[in-house]
Nanobody, 126 residues
Framework: QVQLVESGGGLVQAGDSLTLSCAASGDTFSRYAMAWFRQAPGKEREFVTAISRSGGTTDYADSVKGRFTISRDNAKNTVYVQMNSLKPEDTAVYYC???????????????????WGQGTQVTASS
Protein backbone atom coordinates (compact mmCIF):
# COMPACT_ATOMS: atom_id res chain seq x y z
CA GLN A 1 0.00 0.00 0.00
CA VAL A 2 1.43 3.33 -1.09
CA GLN A 3 -0.04 6.82 -1.40
CA LEU A 4 1.01 9.12 -4.25
CA VAL A 5 0.72 12.92 -4.48
CA GLU A 6 1.68 14.84 -7.63
CA SER A 7 2.78 18.46 -7.69
CA GLY A 8 4.41 20.97 -10.01
CA GLY A 9 1.80 21.42 -12.70
CA GLY A 10 0.88 24.81 -14.06
CA LEU A 11 0.31 27.07 -17.04
CA VAL A 12 3.30 27.68 -19.32
CA GLN A 13 3.95 28.86 -22.85
CA ALA A 14 4.79 26.43 -25.62
CA GLY A 15 8.54 25.88 -25.63
CA ASP A 16 8.88 26.27 -21.88
CA SER A 17 9.90 23.63 -19.35
CA LEU A 18 8.25 22.20 -16.28
CA THR A 19 9.17 19.50 -13.75
CA LEU A 20 6.52 17.41 -12.04
CA SER A 21 7.07 15.58 -8.76
CA CYS A 22 5.31 12.59 -7.26
CA ALA A 23 5.82 12.02 -3.55
CA ALA A 24 5.16 8.54 -2.18
CA SER A 25 4.37 7.49 1.35
CA GLY A 26 3.06 4.49 3.26
CA ASP A 27 5.46 1.85 1.96
CA THR A 28 9.05 1.37 0.88
CA PHE A 29 9.31 3.47 -2.27
CA SER A 30 12.27 1.59 -3.72
CA ARG A 31 10.11 -1.55 -4.01
CA TYR A 32 7.86 0.08 -6.63
CA ALA A 33 8.19 0.61 -10.34
CA MET A 34 6.78 4.02 -11.27
CA ALA A 35 5.17 5.62 -14.29
CA TRP A 36 3.55 8.81 -15.55
CA PHE A 37 0.36 8.87 -17.60
CA ARG A 38 -1.64 11.81 -18.91
CA GLN A 39 -5.22 12.39 -19.93
CA ALA A 40 -6.57 15.24 -22.04
CA PRO A 41 -10.30 16.09 -22.08
CA GLY A 42 -12.26 13.58 -24.13
CA LYS A 43 -9.26 11.30 -24.64
CA GLU A 44 -8.04 8.02 -23.19
CA ARG A 45 -5.38 7.92 -20.52
CA GLU A 46 -2.03 7.85 -22.33
CA PHE A 47 1.34 6.46 -21.28
CA VAL A 48 4.11 9.03 -20.92
CA THR A 49 7.11 7.42 -19.24
CA ALA A 50 8.12 4.76 -16.69
CA ILE A 51 11.10 3.86 -14.54
CA SER A 52 12.25 0.70 -12.78
CA ARG A 53 12.81 0.34 -9.06
CA SER A 54 16.50 1.21 -9.17
CA GLY A 55 16.15 3.72 -11.99
CA GLY A 56 18.23 1.53 -14.27
CA THR A 57 15.52 1.06 -16.90
CA THR A 58 13.30 3.75 -18.41
CA ASP A 59 10.71 3.86 -21.16
CA TYR A 60 9.20 6.80 -23.05
CA ALA A 61 6.29 7.30 -25.37
CA ASP A 62 7.39 8.33 -28.85
CA SER A 63 5.55 11.63 -28.46
CA VAL A 64 7.79 12.73 -25.57
CA LYS A 65 11.07 10.96 -26.32
CA GLY A 66 13.94 13.43 -26.34
CA ARG A 67 11.91 16.09 -24.53
CA PHE A 68 10.90 14.45 -21.23
CA THR A 69 13.17 12.78 -18.67
CA ILE A 70 11.97 10.56 -15.84
CA SER A 71 14.07 10.14 -12.72
CA ARG A 72 13.68 9.00 -9.14
CA ASP A 73 15.28 9.68 -5.80
CA ASN A 74 14.57 6.71 -3.57
CA ALA A 75 16.04 8.49 -0.54
CA LYS A 76 13.41 11.21 -0.99
CA ASN A 77 10.58 8.82 -1.94
CA THR A 78 9.98 10.89 -5.06
CA VAL A 79 9.76 10.35 -8.81
CA TYR A 80 10.10 13.26 -11.26
CA VAL A 81 9.42 13.99 -14.87
CA GLN A 82 11.34 16.89 -16.40
CA MET A 83 9.38 18.21 -19.37
CA ASN A 84 11.23 20.39 -21.89
CA SER A 85 10.06 22.08 -25.08
CA LEU A 86 6.43 21.74 -24.08
CA LYS A 87 3.86 21.71 -26.86
CA PRO A 88 0.14 22.51 -26.77
CA GLU A 89 -0.55 18.81 -27.34
CA ASP A 90 1.17 18.07 -24.00
CA THR A 91 -1.73 19.78 -22.24
CA ALA A 92 -3.38 17.23 -19.93
CA VAL A 93 -3.81 16.08 -16.38
CA TYR A 94 -0.66 14.15 -15.48
CA TYR A 95 -0.96 11.15 -13.16
CA CYS A 96 1.68 9.30 -11.18
CA UNK A 97 1.27 5.52 -11.01
CA UNK A 98 2.98 2.70 -9.10
CA UNK A 99 3.13 -1.07 -8.97
CA UNK A 100 5.09 -3.09 -6.45
CA UNK A 101 7.91 -5.00 -8.08
CA UNK A 102 9.72 -4.72 -11.40
CA UNK A 103 8.46 -2.79 -14.40
CA UNK A 104 5.43 -4.61 -15.80
CA UNK A 105 5.84 -6.76 -18.88
CA UNK A 106 3.17 -4.54 -20.47
CA UNK A 107 4.77 -1.30 -19.35
CA UNK A 108 2.59 1.18 -21.25
CA UNK A 109 -0.87 0.02 -20.17
CA UNK A 110 -2.68 1.79 -17.29
CA UNK A 111 -4.10 -1.47 -15.95
CA UNK A 112 -0.57 -2.69 -15.22
CA UNK A 113 -0.36 -0.17 -12.35
CA UNK A 114 -2.17 -0.52 -9.05
CA UNK A 115 -1.71 2.81 -7.25
CA TRP A 116 -2.47 6.26 -8.63
CA GLY A 117 -2.13 9.86 -7.58
CA GLN A 118 -4.81 12.52 -7.92
CA GLY A 119 -3.27 14.20 -10.95
CA THR A 120 -1.83 17.63 -11.66
CA GLN A 121 -2.82 19.90 -14.55
CA VAL A 122 -0.26 20.91 -17.16
CA THR A 123 -1.28 23.51 -19.73
CA ALA A 124 1.07 24.60 -22.53
CA SER A 125 -0.40 27.49 -24.49
CA SER A 126 0.60 28.53 -27.99
Amino acid sequence: QVQLVESGGGLVQAGDSLTLSCAASGDTFSRYAMAWFRQAPGKEREFVTAISRSGGTTDYADSVKGRFTISRDNAKNTVYVQMNSLKPEDTAVYYCAAVRGPLPIVVRTPTSYVYWGQGTQVTASS
